[in-house]
């Protein structure tokens, strides 16, 4: 009901309590409780006696219904879990587990977001996006990594048009600084997945960040010094990321590979490995299908590098 | 205070109120009332006016209590979270992942016990052992399945006395009937495990399985006719464990593999290794040090076969 009045008010133009009552067949009081419900969601919408309701700014909102108008999937994004503020979306996916494949879990803030090996990760309310989708796939948890290429190429895709680029294994950057983090767990039996929670944090329309990250981080805002509504980005990674998992599903990685090396910004340079026990560098070349770095090391040796085991930083600062 | 009171009534004699209230200096209404909540955790206590209190017969409890009395380990098992009745000790163990590395959840029955690949376990009311044991390894999830080796090794050898063995991967069995199964669990990053939950199902005293699987289910009571207290079992398998789960951290496979095909029965038996596409027979051979089974087919031609892609049959019935 909420929707089906968002739509009506959608052309910015006042719509009386009168017209919306008949056009839905619900009364004027409950008319005034579902705005009262869209304003306590974020939407700013003013009322006059007169005239009615309307919307007065295009909303930059990640809800259900915003998300999911105009979205071109079968599966991913179908089901929508919105929460204005939560931990973490990783955690509130846990929580909700019994959702189905693709359930997309939003939030416009999160009060602890990770990113890799327990860092802290912001999520000011609505400075970027912070999505985490539910997958359900038939698989046993070593092939749980390559989940983490596919929705680093999927959101460097729909951030194609800002130049954007992947950093072996997973972030996005655009000119060498990141704008996307990834954060893939899995719950998994010995012989295979329960679930997998590919969360997702992109930093749109952030204006600044603190001095000690302000040279590894940026924004689409800070690229271009414009803001971007949301959900339309949503739905891009969400629409990039289903034919890639269909493809992943299928076992058929060859094209997913060489996509992702058209768009790794390590592919062609010098990288350290960083070992406990010392650093080797070399050339990286290509990704393997099972998502490992390849690197050129000299005399025909070649290394294959597992995210887990070692650090891999390029000889050109940050990337 | 309820432990120190079932020490000082744990030899079977009467033992009067103002004894144990002077003892521990708490008032003789707190001694009643300690009383009665370990009579609500199920143990036997008769109460006479002139006499005092009296554990009339011997416990076959599971408390943290009864298990944490003599256990002879330094992490494994210190910290035990018992319930009477839980959906399963693996999701029990799930819900509190913030307890400390080592932490035993045990339960006096399981409403959804379940087995690998989401396959039904009974756990009727004190007819078994069903704990779980959290663990907080800093490996990646690739070395979490050696972990169910050493499992099935710990309840192997702490069943040795009744001529158990292991049927690969980690069902462990006597006179070929599986006498304690083992589901082992992990939440992880692609780079490294948040936890791992070791979930074990021992049949103790069940003294009858159902027609379907009577011929292949076997409890400790079956075999030998009589029954058995769980606790020092459960001390057993906790502190065969321990040193095992010790080498594991330190890399040190070898000892660990040795044990284990020492008490596998499938070494230098027939196996039926059945891939999707059909089925190979060959001779199981060893152990590999990441858990696959080493599978000789014949002309010089070894397979390795993990527990995920195939099932293994043995060519002799059940096992």
Redesign the interface.
């Known amino acids: 009901m909420k929707q089906s009045i968002l739509e009506m008010l959608r052309s910015g133009e006042y719509v009386s309590g009168e017209k919306i009552s008949r056009k839905l067949g619900i009364s004027r009081a409950a008319v005034w409780k579902h705005i009262k419900a869209l304003r306590e969601e974020g939407y700013d919408i003013s009322s006059s006696t007169n005239r009615g309701y309307c919307l007065t700014a295009p909303p930059d909102k990640i809800t259900e219904y915003e998300i999911k108008t105009g979205l071109k999937t079968s599966v991913m994004g179908q089901n929508v879990k919105y929460v204005r503020s939560t931990d973490s979306t990783n955690n509130e996916a846990k929580r909700h587990c019994d959702e189905p494949d693709g359930t997309l879990f939003t939030a416009e803030t999160q009060t602890g977001g990770k990113g ?2 327990g860092r802290a990760w912001t999520s000011p309310e609505g400075g970027g996006i912070w999505m985490s989708l539910l997958l359900k796939p038939l698989i ?3 092939r ?2 390559e989940i ?1 290429l596919i929705a680093g190429l999927a959101v460097c895709r729909a951030l194609e048009e800002f130049g954007a680029q992947i950093k072996w ?1 997973n972030d996005v950057v655009i000119n060498g600084k990141k704008v996307c983090g990834i ?10 997945v ?1 679930y997998i929670i590919c969360g997702m944090g992109i930093n749109v329309n952030i204006s600044e960040f603190p001095g000690e990250i302000a040279d590894k981080a940026t924004s689409l805002r800070i690229e271009t010094g414009k803001s971007y509504a949301r959900a339309p980005i949503i739905r891009r990674v969400t629409e990039e990321f289903e034919p890639l998992y269909g493809e992943y599903l299928k076992n058929r990685l060859k094209n997913i590979i060489a996509g992702y090396e058209r768009l790794c910004v390590n592919i062609g340079r010098r990288v350290s490995v960083l070992y406990d026990s010392g650093a080797v560098t070399g050339t990286a070349v290509g990704i393997a299908e099972d998502g490992r770095l390849i690197v050129d090391i000299g005399g025909e040796n070649r290394i294959y590098v ?4 070692v650090s891999v930083r390029g000889v050109y600062g940050y990337v």
Chains 1, 2 share one sequence.
Request: glycine share 4%; no cysteine; aromatic share 0%.
């Open positions: 890799r090996l046993p948890p070593s749980a990594p983490t294994p954060l893939t767990e899995m719950s998994a039996e010995m012989e295979r329960n597992s995210s887990g085991e």
